[in-house]
């Protein structure tokens, strides 16, 4: 598969969710991880997803160290706007792997390009 193609799957896939999450209680259970509620599985995907932006727009080339990864999982966006806060993040990780560069040299989770892993990275 072509990396754009994963790039499409990763912009629907999160589009379902931010879409699923617009139209149901944030309150409801998830039910594959059993103490989780849909809030929880949305801020979790939201952080990953800045997280992930992060390591790609600044080429950082070892992981973040705990300060700054704190600094994005500090945000914690209340409920009326967190859907609205989820699209944003996940449209700036979709827009930053479309513009970087295929041989980009950044830490990922798996050795290889940056590009190529991070639809990996940005699903988890």
Do not use: K
């Amino acid at each position: 598969m072509e990396i754009t193609a994963h790039i499409d799957a990763l912009r629907h896939e999160g589009g379902l969710l931010a879409d699923a999450a617009a139209r149901t209680e944030l309150d409801a259970p998830v039910p594959t991880c059993p103490e989780w509620r849909l809030r929880d599985l949305v801020l979790h995907t939201g952080h990953v997803h800045r997280w992930a932006t992060t390591h790609l727009r600044d080429g950082r080339p070892t992981p973040m160290d705990e300060a700054s990864q704190q600094a994005i999982w500090a945000e914690e966006p209340d409920d009326a706007v967190l859907v609205d806060w989820f699209r944003a993040g996940h449209g700036a990780l979709v827009d930053t792997l479309l513009a970087a560069p295929a041989d980009l040299d950044c830490w990922t989770f798996l050795p290889t390009t940056a590009r190529r892993n991070y639809y990996v990275a940005a699903r988890a």
